[in-house]
């Protein structure tokens, strides 16, 4: 499948969606298997029509790393109904290593310097010039030119945000505790934040508990919204 058509088929597949319901993002799963593209370049198709603007996407949660969710714009809408979709910014930085940057920025503090990325993610200098380039472009990091050829990268609050919503910026990950009530075991999902955000039923046994936690990391990703109350 040619560059082109491949992109033309990911907004394809979320136009279907979009029609739908609006607001609803897709989870990857939901999509990827539809489409028939492997999963390492079905991440650098959404990647660059992310920083080209014909999407929306949100990191999954740290517990299920190569899960993410998408949502058609209205530059894709127009795009599709051209029937092509001019990239003009390839990304080169992808999901799981935006959030490893972000987070040393902010543990580092106001700008850092060039060296600490390099020497934190063992990268050239060129490479750290990339991502310089392309936090900027998305708005999540700040650069300013040191003295040649370095520069300083400060996070931004969209960088901050970006960081809270995918996984937290106080570095905690959501987790599954499991515990015993009575007899029984049950597990349940604390956010980032220490919030109990959902329980589990009851199992009879230890193991079949965890079962069920591996269960959820598989299958929430791709699980639907369905609205019972209307």
Sequence with gaps: MKENEAYLEILKKLKEHYDKDALYYV????????????????????????????????????????????????????ALERGEVTITRECKLHGPEKM????????????????????????????????????????????????????????????????????????KHPKFEIYKHGKEYRFRLIAPNGVEIAKSQAYDSKANCIKGVESVKRNAGSADTVDLTE
């Design 27 to 78: 989870p990857i799963h939901s999509i990827d298997k539809e489409l028939g593209i492997k999963k390492e370049r079905l991440r650098t198709l959404v990647e660059n029509l992310e920083m080209n603007r014909f999407i929306y996407k949100q990191e999954g949660a740290p517990i299920a790393p190569e899960t993410y969710l998408l949502k058609i714009r209205h530059k894709g809408i127009d």
């Design 100 to 171: 490893k940057i972000l987070e040393i920025l902010m543990n580092e503090g106001f700008y850092v310097p060039e060296k600490t990325i390099t020497d934190s993610l063992n990268i050239s200098h060129e490479k750290a010039r990339i991502i310089a380039d392309e936090l900027e472009y998305c708005g999540l990091a700040k650069r300013v030119e040191a003295m040649y050829p370095n520069f300083t990268l400060a996070i931004t609050d969209a960088g901050m945000e970006y960081l809270k919503g995918n996984k937290g910026a106080s570095g």
